[in-house]
């Protein structure tokens, strides 16, 4: 049964979609862009807006009932692919111990808010 995953840890949708939906055994989390859900501020440098978009996804996915370990699949959009490295490396401190996730990575030519980096998650019980 497809329920609808919401919480105020991470920034309201804002569009026509949900923060997440989970199927029971998958937990589908929608692209979350750099927005501070506390202050609605955008995060500046491509460190700090991968590291807020990943906690984002972290709190989505902690409202499901899943942790960052659970996550099977990322994709990574990039305005600018010079950013891989810098966002590898944020990436890294929230995927630990050998237990990545497949990831896709692609460079974009805008996102929402004309932010650097937009992240979405697949997580499985």
């Known amino acids: 049964m497809k329920k609808i995953v919401s919480t105020a ?3 309201a949708a804002i569009g026509p979609y949900s923060q997440a939906i989970d199927l029971g055994s998958l937990v589908f989390a ?6 501070d859900p506390a202050t609605g501020a955008i995060a500046q440098g491509i460190e ?3 590291r807020q978009s990943l906690a984002n996804v972290k709190a989505i996915l902690a409202a499901a ?3 960052m370990d659970q996550v099977v699949k990322t994709t990574v959009f ?15 401190e929230f995927f630990t111990g050998g237990s990545y996730p497949a990831r ?3 460079e974009v030519a805008r996102l929402p808010k004309d932010v650097l ?3 979405e998650a697949v997580a499985a019980r």
């Open 104 to 106: 896709s990575a692609v």
């Open 9 to 11: 840890d991470a920034p």
């Open 30 to 35: 929608s692209g979350q862009i750099p927005i």
């Open 78 to 92: 990039l305005k600018d692919m010079n950013d891989f490295a810098a966002m590898n490396a944020v990436y890294a």
């Open 65 to 67: 009932g899943v942790e």
């Open 48 to 50: 700090a807006q991968a």
């Open 117 to 119: 980096v937009e992240i």
